[in-house]
């Protein structure tokens, strides 16, 4: 969930307001938001670093808001300004409008085959006679950067670039060319880089350098060109220095590129309707045509949609009885436009406007209705259905053996499920070939490699991060495993395990099978060889010692082994005494 920084100044300024903060907080929470921090940039940095460091620093208050994920119009000031405003009633929802440009042609935007590999798609638009101060400035990157970490999922769907028009000269070509045959200065750069020599360059800057690998073994990289060949940006990397915004700029060009062309759009739609509230003619964004192999394409699209929804469905869905009339009204504070059917009063007519593309589907409608209506005014009322709720009995049963397993002198641990394959294989002495574990895909951690397929791994990675600690060491826990399996739909099954470990100077077999006994004298399971109890017989496991290793049988079934760690596997965890070991399917005795 991203958090937005707003100024308590501006945001009262544009509510028209003085509000306190407590009063600020309950109005988003009616509106659907929470605050999450009232702050400053002097306390964060006092937090941080220290008061020393803090001198100096803008003692404004500022507030902290949690956004919903998927409402892209509330990341900037803007966008929560003009929401809780229509929200309030202080103002009606804005109506968006793509036109033409009022003198000259449009602005056009070609893009080149040479694309097709690595960034297809391409949209662009105008903010004509736009006024920046440095608070709307300040805005304007931020929203750009909330959207690149959001939607945008880090720049690799959709790549924004904002652009000084008065400074570079259209049609704009986009292209994809080898590395060493782009050259210009980028953003804030005093001299020209090779595309090759940027990479260098940007692979110690703290904030670019994340985005360097969505291209960086291209054999081509995607690049902008104005009509004269200055650079307008290598996406998604950086800008030109020569087109950057600054506080003077009037006319802004906005490209984006991207490989999800629906993303790409949402993006056009938000940002541009965000600060079009700043243009001399508010909400009017100029148009722009993209020329692509598959045809031209004028944007921004600024998309707007009916949605017929029966009133009484909406008032059945969040347990309230409003009239029809109010239930509208309640639509458009929430900047749903919204009236009556004139053929049929039970229906609504919900006008879904380009900012709200997380409206999907009737449950999004349902959502706001309550929202405006106020969850704090929703009357309770008893389920008219009754039912009971029991815990599983593995995990009853799990809970049981925790607190008996820990009575009986074994301290309890908690591993993570994901492992290194080594964890699982190498290390336990076997071939990762016959173990069923499920690879995950593109890990971004050695550690994080598969899900375990046993317990007994990450108790004694436990033991070797605590080996110091004074002995014995007897750990054991009680959690999944998962194996991978073509009886299951998904094609993997979880399974719950019982282990435990006995670490010491001396391996201490048969504290571990007195464990084993225990559990089996809790487990109500009697020691018999007729197959209706439990034994131990002799086996060869490759992890356990030659000769020191058996395994569990209940009702003629392998549930489980015990025995004495091999040497080689307690040397892979680097431990250097012996160990003994149970694990257990506890499933098997439900």
């Known amino acids: 969930m991203p958090t937005v920084g707003i100024k308590k100044e501006a945001i009262c300024k544009a509510l028209d307001r003085n509000y306190t903060d407590e009063e600020f907080d309950e109005l988003c929470f009616e509106y659907g938001l929470e605050l999450d921090e009232v702050t400053s940039d002097y306390e964060a940095i006092v937090k941080e670093q220290g008061e020393e460091k803090a001198k100096g620093a803008d003692t404004s208050v500022i507030y902290k808001l949690d956004i919903p994920a998927n409402r892209y119009d509330l990341l900037c000031l803007e966008g929560i300004s003009r929401g809780l405003n229509v929200f309030l009633s202080r103002m009606k929802p804005p109506v968006y409008e793509a036109l033409e440009p009022s003198a000259g042609c449009r602005q056009r935007l070609v893009v080149d085959p040479s694309t097709e590999c690595i960034r297809p798609y391409a949209v662009a638009a105008v903010l004509r006679n736009i006024t920046f101060t440095p608070e709307r400035y300040a805005s304007f990157i931020e929203l750009q950067d909330k959207l690149h970490q959001n939607l945008c999922r880090q720049r690799t769907l959709v790549a924004i670039g904002t652009h000084d028009l008065d400074t570079i000269q259209g049609p704009f070509v986009y292209k994809a060319l080898p590395p060493q045959d782009i050259k210009f200065k980028p953003l804030n750069k005093e001299k020209e880089y090779t595309a090759v020599e940027l990479m260098e360059l940007y692979s110690t800057d703290n904030h670019l350098k994340h985005y360097l690998p969505i291209i960086k073994d291209s054999p081509v990289y995607p690049v902008i060109y104005d009509a004269k060949g200055v650079v307008l940006s290598m996406p998604p990397i950086i800008n030109g220095d020569h087109?950057?915004?600054?506080?003077?700029?009037?006319?802004?060009?906005?490209?984006?590129?991207?490989t999800d062309m629906t993303k790409a759009r949402i993006a056009l739609d938000i940002l541009v309707t965000m600060f079009s509230e700043h243009c001399d003619a508010p909400f009017k964004i100029e148009k722009a045509e993209v020329v692509s192999p598959d045809g031209l394409q004028i944007y921004p699209i600024l998309p707007y949609r009916e949605e017929k929804v029966y009133a009484p469905a909406l008032n059945h869905k969040v347990g309230i009885s409003e009239s029809h009339?109010?239930?509208?009204?309640?639509?458009?504070?929430?900047?749903?436009?919204?009236?009556?059917?004139?053929?049929?009063?039970?229906?609504?007519?919900?006008?879904?406007?380009?900012?709200?593309?997380d409206v999907m589907h009737m449950a999004d409608i349902v959502e706001d209705v309550a929202i405006a209506h106020g969850y704090d005014n929703i009357t309770k009322t008893l389920p008219k259905t009754n039912t009971t709720g029991e815990q599983y009995e593995i995990n009853k049963v799990t809970d049981l053996m925790r607190h008996e397993i820990a009575q009986a002198g074994f301290t309890e641990c908690l591993s993570f499920i994901l492992c290194s394959t080594d964890d699982v294989s190498k290390k336990l002495r076997k071939d990762i070939a016959t173990v069923p574990a499920v690879h995950i895909t593109n890990p971004k951690a050695i550690e994080f490699q598969v899900v375990r397929t046993t317990l007994l791994s990450g108790i004694l990675k436990t033991i070797s991060s605590n080996k110091n600690m004074p002995l014995p060491l007897k750990l054991f826990e009680i959690s999944d495993v998962v194996h991978r399996t073509s009886k299951s739909d998904v094609g993997a099954k979880n399974e719950r395990r019982f282990c435990a470990v006995n670490y010491n100077k001396l391996a201490g077999f048969e504290i571990v099978h007195g464990l084993l006994d225990r559990f089996m004298q809790l487990a109500e399971v009697k020691y018999s060889k007729d197959g209706t109890g439990y034994y131990i017989r002799g086996a060869e496991d490759s992890t356990y010692f030659p000769g020191h290793c058996a395994e569990v049988v209940y009702k003629e079934k392998v549930v489980g082994m015990v025995g004495v760690l091999h040497p080689e596997v307690l040397a892979n965890f680097d431990l250097n005494l012996p160990a003994a070991a149970l694990e257990l399917n506890l499933e098997a005795f439900l």
């Open 243 to 258: 087109s950057k915004i600054t506080l003077n700029t009037r006319n802004v060009f906005i490209e984006m590129t991207a």
């Open 325 to 357: 009339d109010k239930i509208a009204n309640s639509l458009s504070r929430m900047c749903l436009p919204a009236k009556l059917d004139p053929s049929d009063s039970d229906f609504i007519i919900v006008t879904v406007p380009p900012t709200r593309p």
